[in-house]
């Protein structure tokens, strides 16, 4: 099996010299989208397999990368889990781009990027040494960031570029660091190397904070999270599904390789780390939602809010190993690894259904938008299924991997740590404040976009999308419908690799009656997707037929209402911004330093009132903004350095070595 997902990796990779040959053809399109659907499809296929199959890991070692060490790949119940995410989205993105990248501007500049991004993606996940992991991810960093600018006459975009590549630069380079002190001065670079050596804690440790930085910035964490809500609307859609929808999960694969595999047994204090830190990325990530126009905007902070919800279970998971609670553990584990694969769904077609939209009116900006429930009445739909998906409703899926975390949370009394016990419950409060915000930011995504009437021209013109698109966007809703309404079966697919990383597991869940899930005991909680699904149709359509066969059927006409003001413009509707003040007052001060400024006329002018908001960036403000000054001071006052001599710069070359050969003489 890992020779076959070797060569379908090459495969990706050979398709993108296709894409330059082909880059003048009007089906350069097709060929190279299609070719990427079949490929990515048969690679998920083979990774649903092993899942299901549970077959020992299998390795290979190809003559590649550094001469004495070789390049390592392996595929094992982990790796498989990942790329199923990963191949699931590439195959799902493929196809939407069949349709939507006839509309795209300048797709030569995107055509060649998209396979070698799926293909490093893939390598990620199935390196099993530090070098390849380590080309492999710079690799997936530096093929999107050529997506991220393939628009780069927007300036905007070239930012977002420019951020983008600072971040994965300095992401890279404490990962760099990690896989260093987990070699040691051996050098055993290969994962098998690693799992055998014997670190300390304070290593260990190191190693953990080192990884929750490199992992954490591609992942979107708070306060790493500066590139994400830029890069994610400057890629063409189908790319930011994937950055969005994928990465973000590579990302967190990468934590979970090194944190519950390569490092050993963790220390019950690693987890308030991971815990504070998730809890608080979930709660800004959606407070950064609920306060932006763009539409894909908003998707960019929520998926920053949903990476904070995964890590936060991974936290109690690390807590529960520490203390050898096994099944305990296991039910973090299972609630993080199945919100990775939810929100891999919802969130891809969340973004499918924004750039349909941007495609069909050319704008993202919700202001200028309303009424495409209308002139859109499928893109509405499947939009609506995963606006109610991840705002954590059942009986979809987002429900599901949401409620099993707060199972995992009503378990931490059970925890010898009073730092745990105490630390535990305040994040389980934070988790459930941004799940309510989370509901609130959707409502308003969702209603200023398609409800109410037309905000422009364009919105008032606009069509429904191609088929290609609506497909990719019909197969993910079903996919959120199906895993909402059928949980067993992928909890218990994820057994074997919840298994081999916390050696407890769930109990069988496809045994229970009518597909219960019982994470725990029956006396403790359980769920029934498919009858709460099955309660919902039924009153639904009963309620439909006593409004249409049983009430009058005189037809009653009345003025709309207006929110209390008679005038027919469109301005009198709700918009974005008058949507989000309420919770703008009450965090906005706190969390993004907000100030509103109101300008009333004076009596008997005809001029307009104005309300004008300003929010900041606390965090780029104070955390990057200062950095980035230093670094331009900086580099002004090492300027002179380029007009030296030969002599002086053979002079620095030297007194570099020898500093450098000093302290790896005198390392301990």
């Given at each position: ?383 609506l299924i995963g606006c109610t ?34 630390m535990v419950p305040a994040v ?23 409800l109410g009437r037309p905000r ?213």
């Amino acid at each position: 099996m890992i020779s076959i997902a070797l060569f379908g990796v090459l495969a990706l990779v050979a398709i993108a010299p296709i894409a330059v040959a082909t880059s003048a053809s009007p089906n350069a399109t097709g060929i190279v989208y299609g070719a990427c659907l079949i490929v990515t499809l048969i690679l998920f296929l083979i990774a649903l397999e092993i899942l299901f199959a549970h077959p020992a890991a299998s390795t290979v070692v190809l003559p590649l990368g550094l001469p004495w060490l070789g390049a390592h790949f392996r595929i094992d119940p982990l790796a498989a889990f990942f790329l199923v995410v990963v191949n699931l989205g590439g195959a799902a993105a493929s196809l939407f781009a069949l349709g939507y990248g006839r509309h795209e501007d300048s797709p030569q500049r995107v055509l060649p990027f998209f396979p070698v991004y799926l293909a490093t993606m893939n390598l990620v996940v199935l390196a099993d040494d530090a070098f390849t992991f380590l080309v492999s991810w710079e690799f997936m960093s530096l093929s999107s960031w050529a997506l991220v600018i393939a628009h780069h006459r927007v300036q905007e975009n070239m930012r977002a570029g420019y951020v983008y590549l600072l971040m994965a630069g300095f992401g890279t380079l404490t990962l760099l660091l990690a896989f260093g002190l987990m070699a040691g001065g051996d050098g055993g670079y290969a994962f098998d190397a690693i799992r055998t050596s014997h670190l300390t804690i304070g290593t260990s440790a190191l190693v953990l904070i080192l990884v929750l930085i490199g992992a954490g910035s591609k992942a979107g964490l708070v306060p790493l999270h500066a590139w994400l809500p830029l890069a994610h609307p400057a890629a063409p859609s189908h790319v930011s599904a994937l950055m969005s929808g994928v990465m973000t999960k590579v990302a967190v694969y990468g934590f979970i390789r090194i944190a519950f595999d390569l490092i050993g047994q963790p220390q019950w204090w690693w987890s308030l780390v991971v815990l504070a830190v998730g809890g608080v990325t979930a709660v800004m990530g959606v407070l950064y939602a609920l306060m932006q126009r763009d539409l894909k905007r908003v998707l960019a902070y929520s998926t920053i809010e949903n990476i904070g919800l995964i890590f936060a279970s991974l936290g109690l998971a690390l807590a529960f190993k520490a203390y050898g609670m096994n099944v305990a553990a296991a039910l973090a584990l299972t609630a993080a690894l199945l919100h990775v694969f939810n929100h891999s769904l919802f969130k891809s077609l969340l973004f499918f259904g924004a750039g349909s939209v941007q495609s069909a009116t050319g704008t993202r900006d919700m202001e200028q938008l309303g009424g495409l429930i209308h002139r859109m009445p499928q893109t509405a739909f499947v939009f609506l299924i995963g606006c109610t998906a991840i705002s954590a409703l059942p009986p979809l899926n987002g429900f599901v991997s949401e409620w099993l975390t707060f199972q995992a949370i009503l378990l931490s009394p059970q925890l010898p740590s009073w730092g745990l016990k105490l630390m535990v419950p305040a994040v389980g409060a934070l988790l459930a404040l941004s799940a309510a915000l989370a509901g609130a930011c959707f409502v308003r995504a969702f209603g200023i976009t398609f409800l109410g009437r037309p905000r422009s021209p364009e919105a008032e013109a606009a069509q429904e999308t191609d088929t290609n698109s609506l497909a990719a966007m019909y197969a993910l809703a079903g996919a959120c419908l199906i895993a909402g309404i059928l949980p067993g079966i992928f909890i218990d697919a994820l057994a074997p690799v919840v298994q081999s990383l916390t050696d407890g597991r769930l109990p069988v869940q496809t045994g229970g009656q009518w597909l219960s899930i019982v994470p725990i005991a029956e006396s403790r909680s359980s769920y029934n997707g498919l009858l709460v699904f099955a309660f919902m149709f039924i009153t639904g359509m009963v309620t439909a037929f006593a409004i249409h066969r049983l009430a009058s059927d005189k037809i009653r006409r009345g003025p709309a209402w207006g929110c209390g003001y008679p005038d027919a413009s469109t301005l009198t509707q709700y918009s974005a911004s008058s949507f989000a003040q309420p919770i703008r007052r009450v965090f906005g001060s706190v969390v993004f330093g907000a100030r509103e400024t109101g300008e009333m006329p004076k009596p008997g002018s005809i001029a307009p009132a104005r309300l004008t908001v300003r929010l900041r960036d606390l965090i780029w403000d104070y955390a990057y903004a200062p950095i980035a000054n230093a670094v331009g001071v900086i580099a002004e006052r090492l300027n002179y350095l380029q007009f030296l001599t030969i002599r002086s710069y053979l002079s620095l070359v030297f007194g570099a070595l020898v500093i450098l050969l000093t302290v790896l003489a005198t390392w301990p």
